[in-house]
């Protein structure tokens, strides 16, 4: 469809010259960009990496999950990993709103190979090391560029508008744009794709620890998920480097955020942070004695999707694409997949020279029914009167299905079995298909 620019053209300075074709412009440099612009820029083609930030940049969304193995070893990165100073992650863990702690859900009870085995990341760091390996592998990388705009011939992506450091602006073009902005979603929201999933509308605040008590052999480098005593909120517990720990609680955004201001309209999130923790003995506990390194930081946690994944030389990937609720921690994974998924989909394109929105798309409806499987565990965990220790006892032949969707295996494995039985137990969300 014709593209109605938000971003006002007529104030782009004179200075605009038009040079620099390549044949992909990935924007964004995390994980989703570093990947999709790695794989093709490694089979030969001119690829453009613009990231908007000059440094590394601290963020939250810290673990990993097994499946990302094989998108690591496409990158050539298992080694740089093994080699890291990340704490390893065998397992996932969830307490009840008693503090009643699971079995944890050990990776390696569904697969003996070594991708079972996963880690804690510090995202400056990881991010990093992403980039690192990207321009090892031919990818031009450029920092501190911002894009303003893409640009549009019809309904045809031909380039970017680029702000640099010294505020003049230009644009670049390239056969292939890969939108990899995270939830600013630049194409998404310049041609109003984003649609808001109404029943996850959350919130989280979040910090690091240094110091507190962590388990002992392959649990010390498992993460916790905590109910709080009235299950309105859960917390994270993700053990990183530096003695660190990741804490986070997430609750829906109005028992969170708007109902918790003062007379005056004013939000304490530290107050509102320590409130929670009171509500969660379990973690409290762990964490006397430790430091908190930082105040509390704020952010929306609203689960949402693109109508579609890819239009005429344009694809999205990563968090441009959809975003969905942390508990599982989906979000890394998503991102290297889909980068991973977009790069062959491109390869492709360039092979048949076809950069319709039907190439380009091609992986959407796989990469989809992967996220639903996320997306229907998601629901099931926010039903307050559903347990996983309860569906479990009662259909203990699904303990596979679990740990395989919790590692990720929802693109290597059937995992639609287990959902009619959770249904029983719990209400589900209808598929959204693409539209």
């Not at 964004?28 to 089979?43: D, K, N």
């Not at 003062?262 to 530290?270: I, K």
């Not at 997949?337 to 492709?348: P, V, Y």
């Amino acid at each position: 469809m014709p593209l109605t620019n938000d971003f006002p053209t007529r104030l782009i300075d004179k200075q605009m010259n038009t040079h620099h074709n390549y044949d992909l412009i990935v924007i964004g440099g995390g994980p989703a960009g570093s990947t999709v612009a790695t794989l093709v820029a490694e089979q030969g083609y001119r690829v453009l990496l613009l990231e908007r930030e000059a440094e590394p940049k601290f963020k939250i969304g810290e673990s990993l999950i097994p499946a990302t193995y094989w998108t690591f070893k496409r990158l050539g990165m298992l080694e740089k990993l093994r080699t890291s100073h990340f704490p390893q992650k065998y397992s996932v863990q969830f307490y009840s709103r008693t503090g009643k702690a699971s079995s944890p859900f050990y990776f390696f009870q569904t697969n003996p190979h070594e991708s079972a085995v996963t880690w804690q990341v510090l995202r400056s760091e990881f991010d990093e090391m992403l980039l690192d390996n990207a321009k090892e592998k031919g990818v031009e990388v450029q920092r501190g560029i911002r894009v303003r705009e893409v640009l549009f011939e019809d309904d045809t992506a031909t380039g970017v508008v680029v702000q640099g450091v010294n505020g003049t602006h230009e644009t670049r073009n390239a056969t292939v744009i890969a939108d990899s902005t995270g939830q600013r979603s630049l194409i998404g929201r310049q041609l109003g794709l984003n649609t808001v999933e109404p029943n996850l509308k959350m919130a989280s605040l979040f910090t690091h620890y240094e110091g507190g008590y962590r388990d002992e052999g392959i649990d010390a480098g498992a993460t916790l998920i905590l109910h709080t005593e009235a299950k309105d909120s859960w917390f994270w517990s993700i053990p990183l480097p530096y003695n660190r720990t990741s804490i986070g609680v997430v609750g829906e955004l109005d028992y969170l955020l708007q109902n918790r201001r003062d007379t005056n309209g004013r939000l304490d999130t530290q107050q509102i942070f320590t409130e929670e923790l009171e509500r969660c003995p379990a973690l409290k506990g762990r964490l006397e004695g430790a430091k908190q390194l930082f105040p509390i930081q704020t952010t929306k946690d609203f689960s949402y999707r693109a109508s579609r994944i890819a239009g005429n030389h344009w694809v999205l990937v990563g968090d441009a694409f959809g975003f969905l609720d942390p508990v599982y921690s989906t979000g890394l994974f998503l991102a290297l997949k889909s980068g991973e998924m977009a790069a062959d989909a491109i390869l492709e394109a360039f092979e048949k020279d076809d950069f319709s929105e039907t190439q380009l798309g091609s992986f959407g409806p796989t990469f989809v029914d992967g996220m639903e499987a996320f997306r229907k565990l998601v629901y099931a965990f926010y039903t307050k009167e559903f347990s996983f220790a309860r569906f479990l006892s009662q259909y203990p032949e699904h303990q596979g299905g679990i740990v395989d969707i919790l590692s990720g295996d929802v693109f290597r494995k059937d995992v639609t079995h287990i959902f009619p039985a959770m249904a029983e137990m719990c209400p589900l969300p209808p598929e959204v298909p693409l539209g």
